[in-house]
């Protein structure tokens, strides 16, 4: 079982990147997905979840508006869209897949490597 993430990168403010979480071992579709991110010196932070239930996605209010969860089923991946992206999003971010969506990290059962996202000028 396994979660990969991908897509990470050095970004001007304003700028977009789509990240990527790619599971192997299981079905993706089965489970809520989540991302969160961890900035230097601050706790990890729920960005976006995704039920498994009713497919509904639900983002914390600092980035509604600007990112975007998608997923491929043909390809077993999840992918968030952020754009307008601000100095503020600086962080490395995480995939994780739980049995439903929770405010709480440790509620999630599998979780990727993390990717570097640094928005700078």
């Known amino acids: 079982v396994q979660l990969v993430e991908s897509g990470g990168g050095l970004v001007q403010p304003g700028g977009s990147l789509r990240l990527s979480c790619a599971a192997s071992?299981?079905?993706?579709?089965?489970?809520?997905i989540g991302w969160f991110r961890q900035a230097p010196g601050k706790e990890r932070e729920g960005v976006s979840c995704?039920?498994?239930?009713?497919?509904?996605?639900y983002y914390v209010d600092s980035v509604k508006g600007r990112f975007t969860f998608s997923r491929d089923n043909t390809k077993n991946t999840a992918y968030l869209q952020m754009n307008s992206l601000k100095a503020e999003d600086t962080a490395v971010y995480y995939c994780?897949?739980?049995?439903?969506?929770?405010?709480?990290?440790?509620?999630?059962?599998?979780w990727g490597q993390g990717t570097q996202v640094t928005v700078s000028s």
């Open positions: 071992g299981f079905t993706l579709d089965y489970y809520a």
């Open positions: 994780a897949t739980g049995q439903a969506c929770s405010d709480y990290a440790d509620e999630y059962n599998y």
């Open positions: 995704t039920s498994s239930s009713n497919g509904s996605t």
